[in-house]
Protein backbone atom coordinates (compact mmCIF):
# COMPACT_ATOMS: atom_id res chain seq x y z
CA UNK A 1 0.00 0.00 0.00
CA UNK A 2 1.11 3.67 -0.44
CA UNK A 3 2.52 5.64 2.69
CA UNK A 4 -0.58 8.14 1.69
CA UNK A 5 -1.43 9.10 5.14
CA UNK A 6 -4.92 8.03 4.30
CA UNK A 7 -3.76 4.28 2.99
CA UNK A 8 -1.86 4.25 6.72
CA UNK A 9 -5.37 4.95 8.24
CA UNK A 10 -7.18 2.75 6.52
CA UNK A 11 -4.15 -0.30 7.07
CA UNK A 12 -4.42 0.74 11.23
CA UNK A 13 -8.14 -0.18 10.76
CA UNK A 14 -8.17 -2.99 9.15
CA UNK A 15 -8.34 -5.31 12.52
CA UNK A 16 -11.18 -3.88 13.64
CA UNK A 17 -13.13 -4.19 10.15
CA UNK A 18 -12.43 -7.99 10.49
CA UNK A 19 -13.49 -8.23 14.19
CA UNK A 20 -17.08 -6.33 12.80
CA UNK A 21 -17.28 -8.31 9.69
CA UNK A 22 -17.31 -11.60 11.81
CA UNK A 23 -19.88 -10.01 13.86
CA UNK A 24 -21.93 -9.02 10.37
CA UNK A 25 -21.22 -12.50 9.05
CA UNK A 26 -22.84 -14.30 11.85
CA UNK A 27 -25.83 -12.99 11.47
CA UNK A 28 -28.13 -15.48 9.26
CA UNK A 29 -29.51 -12.80 7.63
CA UNK A 30 -31.02 -14.81 4.43
CA UNK A 31 -33.73 -12.96 3.47
CA UNK A 32 -36.04 -16.26 3.12
CA UNK A 33 -38.17 -15.96 6.41
CA UNK A 34 -39.36 -19.59 5.59
CA UNK A 35 -36.49 -21.31 6.08
CA UNK A 36 -33.99 -18.38 8.39
CA UNK A 37 -35.70 -16.70 11.55
CA UNK A 38 -36.34 -13.20 10.53
CA UNK A 39 -35.03 -11.96 13.56
CA UNK A 40 -31.89 -12.53 12.24
CA UNK A 41 -32.17 -10.52 9.16
CA UNK A 42 -33.48 -7.48 12.34
CA UNK A 43 -30.15 -8.43 13.83
CA UNK A 44 -28.49 -7.88 11.00
CA UNK A 45 -29.88 -4.54 10.24
CA UNK A 46 -29.96 -3.29 14.06
CA UNK A 47 -26.10 -4.11 13.97
CA UNK A 48 -25.97 -1.53 10.76
CA UNK A 49 -28.00 1.26 12.23
CA UNK A 50 -25.75 1.07 15.50
CA UNK A 51 -22.46 1.15 13.18
CA UNK A 52 -24.01 4.39 11.26
CA UNK A 53 -25.12 6.28 14.74
CA UNK A 54 -21.45 5.58 15.95
CA UNK A 55 -20.23 7.67 13.11
CA UNK A 56 -21.84 10.05 13.97
CA UNK A 57 -24.62 9.55 11.31
CA UNK A 58 -28.10 11.52 11.49
CA UNK A 59 -31.51 10.37 10.95
CA UNK A 60 -30.65 6.73 10.98
CA UNK A 61 -33.84 4.81 10.48
CA UNK A 62 -34.75 1.18 9.71
CA UNK A 63 -37.15 1.35 7.00
CA UNK A 64 -39.48 -0.88 7.02
CA UNK A 65 -39.89 -2.18 2.83
CA UNK A 66 -43.18 -2.97 1.11
CA UNK A 67 -41.88 -6.87 0.01
CA UNK A 68 -41.45 -7.01 4.79
CA UNK A 69 -38.01 -6.53 5.02
CA UNK A 70 -35.80 -3.73 6.30
CA UNK A 71 -33.29 -1.80 5.24
CA UNK A 72 -30.72 0.83 6.89
CA UNK A 73 -30.51 4.61 6.46
CA UNK A 74 -28.36 7.36 8.00
CA UNK A 75 -26.82 10.86 6.46
CA UNK A 76 -24.19 12.17 7.44
CA UNK A 77 -23.68 15.75 6.81
CA UNK A 78 -20.85 17.38 5.38
CA UNK A 79 -19.58 21.45 4.75
CA UNK A 80 -22.71 24.00 3.94
CA UNK A 81 -22.86 23.87 0.44
CA UNK A 82 -21.00 20.43 -0.17
CA UNK A 83 -21.69 17.98 -3.09
CA UNK A 84 -23.85 14.50 -2.00
CA UNK A 85 -22.93 11.32 -2.33
CA UNK A 86 -25.24 8.18 -1.60
CA UNK A 87 -23.11 4.94 -0.58
CA UNK A 88 -25.11 1.36 -1.11
CA UNK A 89 -24.83 -2.05 -0.07
CA UNK A 90 -26.73 -5.06 1.47
CA UNK A 91 -26.71 -6.95 4.44
CA UNK A 92 -28.51 -9.99 3.04
CA UNK A 93 -26.82 -12.99 1.76
CA UNK A 94 -27.59 -16.01 -0.15
CA UNK A 95 -28.50 -19.13 1.49
CA UNK A 96 -25.29 -21.35 2.83
CA UNK A 97 -26.11 -23.87 -0.08
CA UNK A 98 -24.33 -27.54 1.40
CA UNK A 99 -23.04 -26.10 4.75
CA UNK A 100 -20.73 -29.75 4.63
CA UNK A 101 -19.29 -28.73 1.48
CA UNK A 102 -18.28 -25.67 3.04
CA UNK A 103 -14.17 -25.98 4.49
CA UNK A 104 -15.32 -24.09 7.58
CA UNK A 105 -18.37 -22.94 9.21
CA UNK A 106 -20.43 -20.67 6.63
CA UNK A 107 -21.19 -17.89 9.16
CA UNK A 108 -18.44 -17.76 11.06
CA UNK A 109 -15.38 -15.63 8.92
CA UNK A 110 -12.32 -17.80 9.06
CA UNK A 111 -9.21 -16.61 8.04
CA UNK A 112 -7.30 -19.24 5.70
CA UNK A 113 -4.62 -18.43 2.89
CA UNK A 114 -4.67 -15.29 3.40
CA UNK A 115 -8.37 -14.64 2.71
CA UNK A 116 -11.56 -14.15 4.96
CA UNK A 117 -14.06 -16.89 4.65
CA UNK A 118 -17.53 -16.52 5.31
CA UNK A 119 -21.50 -16.24 3.28
CA UNK A 120 -21.64 -12.95 2.51
CA UNK A 121 -17.66 -11.93 3.18
CA UNK A 122 -17.46 -10.07 0.11
CA UNK A 123 -21.18 -9.95 -1.13
CA UNK A 124 -22.17 -7.77 0.53
CA UNK A 125 -21.70 -7.30 4.21
CA UNK A 126 -17.66 -6.66 3.13
CA UNK A 127 -19.05 -3.73 0.96
CA UNK A 128 -21.00 -2.52 4.24
CA UNK A 129 -17.49 -2.39 6.01
CA UNK A 130 -15.45 -0.90 2.72
CA UNK A 131 -17.97 2.14 3.15
CA UNK A 132 -16.80 2.09 7.05
CA UNK A 133 -13.34 2.16 6.32
CA UNK A 134 -13.46 5.37 4.23
CA UNK A 135 -15.43 7.56 5.83
CA UNK A 136 -12.93 6.09 9.30
CA UNK A 137 -10.18 7.07 7.15
CA UNK A 138 -10.97 10.81 6.02
CA UNK A 139 -12.45 11.41 9.32
CA UNK A 140 -9.24 10.98 10.95
CA UNK A 141 -7.80 12.43 8.22
CA UNK A 142 -9.48 15.93 8.08
CA UNK A 143 -13.06 14.93 7.96
CA UNK A 144 -15.13 13.94 5.11
CA UNK A 145 -15.56 16.70 2.43
CA UNK A 146 -19.42 15.76 1.10
CA UNK A 147 -22.84 14.75 2.57
CA UNK A 148 -22.90 11.00 2.51
CA UNK A 149 -25.87 8.74 2.83
CA UNK A 150 -25.54 5.55 3.48
CA UNK A 151 -28.41 3.10 2.29
CA UNK A 152 -28.00 -0.82 3.11
CA UNK A 153 -30.61 -3.02 1.77
CA UNK A 154 -32.47 -5.96 3.23
CA UNK A 155 -33.38 -7.86 0.19
CA UNK A 156 -31.22 -7.14 -2.71
CA UNK A 157 -30.81 -10.81 -3.41
CA UNK A 158 -34.23 -12.09 -2.98
CA UNK A 159 -34.90 -9.13 -6.03
CA UNK A 160 -38.34 -8.60 -4.75
CA UNK A 161 -37.80 -5.17 -4.77
CA UNK A 162 -38.71 -3.20 -1.45
CA UNK A 163 -36.31 -0.82 -1.72
CA UNK A 164 -36.92 -0.18 -5.04
CA UNK A 165 -40.87 0.49 -4.23
CA UNK A 166 -40.04 2.18 -0.94
CA UNK A 167 -37.47 4.42 -2.86
CA UNK A 168 -40.37 5.96 -5.89
CA UNK A 169 -42.57 6.29 -2.55
CA UNK A 170 -39.77 8.53 -1.26
CA UNK A 171 -38.06 10.15 -3.59
CA UNK A 172 -36.22 12.78 -1.72
CA UNK A 173 -34.86 9.92 0.66
CA UNK A 174 -32.06 9.23 -1.82
CA UNK A 175 -31.40 11.87 -3.72
CA UNK A 176 -27.39 12.55 -4.19
CA UNK A 177 -25.00 14.23 -6.71
CA UNK A 178 -23.39 10.78 -7.40
CA UNK A 179 -24.06 6.91 -5.93
CA UNK A 180 -21.31 4.58 -5.18
CA UNK A 181 -22.98 1.21 -5.47
CA UNK A 182 -20.28 -1.00 -3.10
CA UNK A 183 -21.77 -4.40 -4.59
CA UNK A 184 -19.73 -5.64 -7.64
CA UNK A 185 -16.04 -6.26 -8.20
CA UNK A 186 -12.66 -5.68 -9.62
CA UNK A 187 -11.93 -8.08 -13.08
CA UNK A 188 -9.57 -9.23 -10.94
CA UNK A 189 -7.55 -9.10 -8.01
CA UNK A 190 -5.27 -5.62 -8.43
CA UNK A 191 -7.08 -4.53 -11.53
CA UNK A 192 -9.26 -1.77 -10.63
CA UNK A 193 -12.50 -1.77 -12.50
CA UNK A 194 -15.74 -0.55 -12.44
CA UNK A 195 -18.57 -1.67 -13.34
CA UNK A 196 -20.70 -0.12 -15.83
CA UNK A 197 -23.12 -2.51 -17.51
CA UNK A 198 -25.65 -4.99 -14.99
CA UNK A 199 -27.93 -7.77 -16.79
CA UNK A 200 -31.45 -7.25 -15.70
CA UNK A 201 -33.57 -10.35 -14.48
CA UNK A 202 -36.63 -12.01 -14.09
CA UNK A 203 -37.42 -15.12 -11.70
CA UNK A 204 -40.32 -17.45 -12.85
CA UNK A 205 -41.74 -20.40 -11.23
CA UNK A 206 -43.58 -22.61 -13.99
CA UNK A 207 -45.86 -25.91 -12.71
CA UNK A 208 -46.76 -28.74 -15.21
CA UNK A 209 -49.80 -30.87 -14.49
CA UNK A 210 -51.12 -34.14 -15.94
CA UNK A 211 -52.91 -36.34 -13.80
CA UNK A 212 -55.00 -35.96 -10.62
CA UNK A 213 -52.36 -38.05 -8.84
CA UNK A 214 -48.96 -40.31 -9.36
CA UNK A 215 -49.65 -43.78 -10.52
CA UNK A 216 -47.57 -46.69 -10.90
CA UNK A 217 -45.44 -46.85 -13.79
CA UNK A 218 -45.80 -50.71 -14.50
CA UNK A 219 -49.45 -50.31 -14.63
CA UNK A 220 -49.91 -47.12 -16.63
CA UNK A 221 -46.50 -45.65 -18.00
CA UNK A 222 -46.27 -45.56 -21.72
CA UNK A 223 -49.79 -43.93 -22.51
CA UNK A 224 -49.96 -41.76 -18.78
CA UNK A 225 -48.80 -38.56 -19.53
CA UNK A 226 -45.69 -37.47 -16.94
CA UNK A 227 -46.14 -34.08 -15.75
CA UNK A 228 -41.82 -34.34 -15.19
CA UNK A 229 -40.58 -35.38 -18.54
CA UNK A 230 -42.89 -33.04 -19.88
CA UNK A 231 -41.10 -30.09 -17.81
CA UNK A 232 -37.83 -32.08 -18.65
CA UNK A 233 -38.81 -31.03 -22.62
CA UNK A 234 -40.11 -27.51 -21.48
CA UNK A 235 -36.80 -27.17 -20.05
CA UNK A 236 -34.50 -28.37 -22.60
CA UNK A 237 -36.18 -26.11 -25.07
CA UNK A 238 -34.50 -22.49 -23.33
CA UNK A 239 -31.36 -23.74 -24.46
CA UNK A 240 -29.96 -24.43 -28.59
CA UNK A 241 -27.53 -26.91 -29.21
CA UNK A 242 -24.35 -24.98 -28.28
CA UNK A 243 -26.14 -24.35 -25.10
CA UNK A 244 -26.77 -20.50 -25.99
CA UNK A 245 -30.38 -19.42 -24.45
CA UNK A 246 -33.18 -19.28 -26.79
CA UNK A 247 -36.03 -18.06 -25.93
CA UNK A 248 -38.58 -17.20 -28.80
CA UNK A 249 -38.61 -13.23 -29.75
CA UNK A 250 -35.66 -12.45 -27.73
CA UNK A 251 -32.95 -11.21 -29.29
CA UNK A 252 -29.05 -13.33 -28.34
CA UNK A 253 -26.65 -11.85 -30.56
CA UNK A 254 -25.42 -8.36 -28.92
CA UNK A 255 -21.91 -7.67 -28.42
CA UNK A 256 -19.75 -6.53 -25.59
CA UNK A 257 -17.09 -3.59 -26.36
CA UNK A 258 -15.67 -3.03 -23.77
CA UNK A 259 -12.83 -4.80 -21.31
CA UNK A 260 -12.60 -8.58 -22.56
CA UNK A 261 -12.30 -11.84 -20.87
CA UNK A 262 -9.94 -14.55 -21.85
CA UNK A 263 -11.28 -17.81 -22.35
CA UNK A 264 -8.94 -19.57 -20.53
CA UNK A 265 -8.78 -17.47 -17.12
CA UNK A 266 -12.53 -17.41 -17.46
CA UNK A 267 -12.70 -21.88 -17.08
CA UNK A 268 -10.04 -21.43 -14.57
CA UNK A 269 -12.44 -18.36 -12.82
CA UNK A 270 -15.57 -20.79 -13.24
CA UNK A 271 -13.58 -24.04 -12.27
CA UNK A 272 -14.58 -25.97 -15.38
CA UNK A 273 -13.64 -29.43 -15.66
CA UNK A 274 -11.11 -30.36 -17.99
CA UNK A 275 -12.56 -31.66 -20.92
CA UNK A 276 -16.22 -30.01 -20.81
CA UNK A 277 -16.63 -26.86 -23.20
CA UNK A 278 -18.10 -23.68 -22.84
CA UNK A 279 -21.47 -22.96 -23.72
CA UNK A 280 -22.87 -20.24 -25.86
CA UNK A 281 -21.21 -18.26 -29.02
CA UNK A 282 -19.29 -15.18 -29.38
CA UNK A 283 -16.69 -13.74 -27.07
CA UNK A 284 -17.00 -14.80 -22.97
CA UNK A 285 -17.65 -10.96 -22.51
CA UNK A 286 -20.93 -11.04 -25.21
CA UNK A 287 -22.02 -14.44 -23.34
CA UNK A 288 -21.76 -12.80 -19.68
CA UNK A 289 -22.18 -9.55 -19.97
CA UNK A 290 -24.23 -8.81 -23.24
CA UNK A 291 -26.91 -11.72 -24.22
CA UNK A 292 -29.62 -13.19 -22.28
CA UNK A 293 -29.07 -16.34 -20.29
CA UNK A 294 -31.01 -18.90 -18.19
CA UNK A 295 -30.76 -20.84 -15.88
CA UNK A 296 -32.26 -23.33 -13.86
CA UNK A 297 -32.04 -23.10 -10.07
CA UNK A 298 -34.41 -25.65 -9.18
CA UNK A 299 -36.97 -28.22 -9.85
CA UNK A 300 -39.33 -30.48 -7.75
CA UNK A 301 -39.00 -33.56 -8.18
CA UNK A 302 -38.73 -37.57 -5.84
CA UNK A 303 -35.45 -37.43 -4.60
CA UNK A 304 -33.22 -40.34 -6.15
CA UNK A 305 -32.92 -42.32 -2.80
CA UNK A 306 -36.52 -43.15 -1.42
CA UNK A 307 -37.65 -43.03 -4.99
CA UNK A 308 -41.13 -45.05 -5.83
CA UNK A 309 -42.00 -46.38 -9.43
CA UNK A 310 -44.07 -43.84 -10.44
CA UNK A 311 -45.37 -41.63 -13.16
CA UNK A 312 -45.34 -38.04 -12.07
CA UNK A 313 -48.51 -35.84 -11.47
CA UNK A 314 -47.37 -32.78 -11.33
CA UNK A 315 -43.53 -30.75 -12.04
CA UNK A 316 -42.35 -27.74 -10.73
CA UNK A 317 -38.81 -25.70 -11.77
CA UNK A 318 -37.96 -22.23 -11.10
CA UNK A 319 -36.21 -20.36 -13.89
CA UNK A 320 -33.86 -17.15 -13.73
CA UNK A 321 -33.49 -15.45 -17.14
CA UNK A 322 -31.02 -12.81 -16.91
CA UNK A 323 -31.44 -10.00 -19.62
CA UNK A 324 -28.64 -7.51 -21.21
CA UNK A 325 -29.50 -3.72 -21.21
CA UNK A 326 -31.57 -2.92 -23.89
CA UNK A 327 -33.82 -5.45 -23.41
CA UNK A 328 -37.10 -4.74 -20.94
CA UNK A 329 -37.13 -6.63 -17.98
CA UNK A 330 -41.06 -6.75 -18.20
CA UNK A 331 -41.00 -7.40 -21.93
CA UNK A 332 -38.76 -10.45 -21.30
CA UNK A 333 -40.83 -12.33 -18.47
CA UNK A 334 -43.85 -12.08 -21.20
CA UNK A 335 -41.31 -14.03 -23.80
CA UNK A 336 -40.46 -16.61 -21.34
CA UNK A 337 -44.32 -17.30 -19.99
CA UNK A 338 -44.98 -17.40 -23.86
CA UNK A 339 -41.91 -19.87 -24.57
CA UNK A 340 -43.16 -21.93 -22.27
CA UNK A 341 -46.40 -22.33 -22.94
CA UNK A 342 -45.33 -22.83 -26.60
CA UNK A 343 -43.44 -25.24 -25.67
CA UNK A 344 -45.46 -27.36 -23.16
CA UNK A 345 -46.07 -30.77 -24.60
CA UNK A 346 -48.81 -33.01 -24.85
CA UNK A 347 -51.69 -30.37 -23.72
CA UNK A 348 -49.65 -30.25 -20.28
CA UNK A 349 -51.92 -27.66 -17.78
CA UNK A 350 -48.97 -25.03 -17.26
CA UNK A 351 -48.89 -22.05 -14.69
CA UNK A 352 -46.55 -19.70 -13.71
CA UNK A 353 -45.67 -17.52 -10.25
CA UNK A 354 -43.72 -14.86 -10.63
CA UNK A 355 -41.22 -14.31 -8.17
CA UNK A 356 -38.82 -11.03 -8.95
CA UNK A 357 -37.84 -8.64 -11.63
CA UNK A 358 -35.42 -6.11 -12.08
CA UNK A 359 -34.23 -4.37 -15.22
CA UNK A 360 -30.86 -4.16 -16.50
CA UNK A 361 -28.59 -0.95 -16.16
CA UNK A 362 -26.01 0.72 -18.20
CA UNK A 363 -24.00 3.74 -16.45
CA UNK A 364 -22.86 7.36 -18.11
CA UNK A 365 -19.55 7.33 -18.00
CA UNK A 366 -18.72 10.56 -19.11
CA UNK A 367 -19.79 12.34 -15.73
CA UNK A 368 -16.78 13.92 -13.30
CA UNK A 369 -17.33 10.82 -10.70
CA UNK A 370 -15.94 8.90 -13.10
CA UNK A 371 -12.85 11.22 -13.84
CA UNK A 372 -12.74 11.56 -9.82
CA UNK A 373 -13.00 7.86 -9.31
CA UNK A 374 -10.27 7.09 -12.15
CA UNK A 375 -7.74 9.59 -10.58
CA UNK A 376 -8.55 7.78 -6.83
CA UNK A 377 -8.07 4.54 -8.34
CA UNK A 378 -4.73 5.37 -10.14
CA UNK A 379 -3.51 6.31 -6.65
CA UNK A 380 -5.06 2.96 -4.53
CA UNK A 381 -3.23 0.56 -7.60
CA UNK A 382 -0.16 1.90 -8.69
CA UNK A 383 0.78 1.35 -12.04
CA UNK A 384 -2.60 0.55 -12.71
CA UNK A 385 -5.44 2.32 -14.52
CA UNK A 386 -9.40 2.16 -14.02
CA UNK A 387 -11.09 -0.08 -16.52
CA UNK A 388 -15.06 -0.73 -17.30
CA UNK A 389 -16.49 -3.80 -16.87
CA UNK A 390 -19.69 -5.63 -16.96
CA UNK A 391 -21.54 -7.73 -14.74
CA UNK A 392 -23.90 -10.64 -15.62
CA UNK A 393 -25.52 -10.06 -12.03
CA UNK A 394 -28.45 -7.85 -11.54
CA UNK A 395 -28.65 -4.90 -9.01
CA UNK A 396 -32.32 -3.61 -9.34
CA UNK A 397 -32.00 -0.61 -7.65
CA UNK A 398 -29.57 0.87 -9.87
CA UNK A 399 -31.82 1.72 -12.74
CA UNK A 400 -34.63 2.79 -9.53
CA UNK A 401 -31.99 5.08 -8.88
CA UNK A 402 -30.90 6.42 -12.41
CA UNK A 403 -34.84 7.16 -13.42
CA UNK A 404 -35.58 8.90 -10.19
CA UNK A 405 -32.39 11.01 -10.27
CA UNK A 406 -31.33 10.99 -13.73
CA UNK A 407 -28.31 13.55 -13.26
CA UNK A 408 -26.54 11.53 -10.32
CA UNK A 409 -23.56 9.90 -10.94
CA UNK A 410 -23.87 5.73 -10.71
CA UNK A 411 -20.40 3.60 -9.79
CA UNK A 412 -20.57 0.20 -8.70
CA UNK A 413 -16.88 -0.92 -7.29
CA UNK A 414 -16.99 -4.02 -4.85
CA UNK A 415 -14.84 -6.71 -3.37
CA UNK A 416 -16.90 -9.70 -5.77
CA UNK A 417 -13.75 -10.56 -7.69
CA UNK A 418 -13.76 -13.43 -9.36
CA UNK A 419 -12.13 -15.62 -6.17
CA UNK A 420 -14.55 -14.41 -3.85
CA UNK A 421 -16.76 -17.30 -5.95
CA UNK A 422 -19.85 -15.37 -4.47
CA UNK A 423 -23.33 -17.20 -4.04
CA UNK A 424 -21.26 -20.45 -4.16
CA UNK A 425 -19.48 -22.70 -1.40
CA UNK A 426 -16.61 -21.20 0.73
CA UNK A 427 -17.17 -17.22 -0.25
CA UNK A 428 -14.36 -15.19 0.63
CA UNK A 429 -13.15 -11.68 0.75
CA UNK A 430 -9.44 -10.51 0.09
CA UNK A 431 -8.51 -7.92 3.05
CA UNK A 432 -6.04 -6.61 0.60
CA UNK A 433 -8.50 -5.51 -1.74
CA UNK A 434 -10.86 -4.50 1.04
CA UNK A 435 -8.00 -2.37 1.97
CA UNK A 436 -7.08 -0.69 -1.54
CA UNK A 437 -10.97 -0.34 -2.51
CA UNK A 438 -11.38 1.22 0.65
CA UNK A 439 -8.58 3.68 0.07
CA UNK A 440 -9.96 4.39 -3.40
CA UNK A 441 -13.11 5.30 -2.06
CA UNK A 442 -11.69 7.41 0.49
CA UNK A 443 -9.79 9.27 -2.30
CA UNK A 444 -12.66 9.24 -4.56
CA UNK A 445 -15.04 11.66 -2.08
CA UNK A 446 -12.03 13.89 -1.54
CA UNK A 447 -11.33 14.21 -5.65
CA UNK A 448 -15.12 14.31 -6.11
CA UNK A 449 -15.89 17.64 -3.51
CA UNK A 450 -12.97 19.30 -5.32
CA UNK A 451 -14.35 18.62 -8.36
Sequence with gaps: ??????????????????????????????????????????????????????????????????????????????????????????YDVQPPLDETAWVTPPFLLTERDGRWYGRGAADCKGGVLLHLLALRALKANGGVPVNVKVIVEGSEEQGTGGLERYAEEHPELLAADAVVIGDAGNFRIGVPTVTTALRGMTLLRVRLDTLEGNLHSGQFGGAAPDALAALIRVLDSLRAEDGSTTVDGLTADTTWDGLQYDEERFRQDAKVLDGVRLIGSGTVADRIWARPAVTVLGIDCPPVVGATPSVQASARALISLRVPPGTDAQEATKLLQAHLEAHTPWGARVSFEHIGQGQAFRADTTSPAYTAMAEAMAVAYPGEQMQYAGQGGSIPLCNTLASLYPQAAILLIGLSEPEAQIHAVNESVSPQELERLAFAEALFLRNYARG
Design 1 to 90: MSSHPVAETVASLLPRAKAELTELVAFKSVADFDQYPKSESESAANWVADALRAEGFEDVALLDTPDGTQSVYGLLPGPEGARTVLLYAH
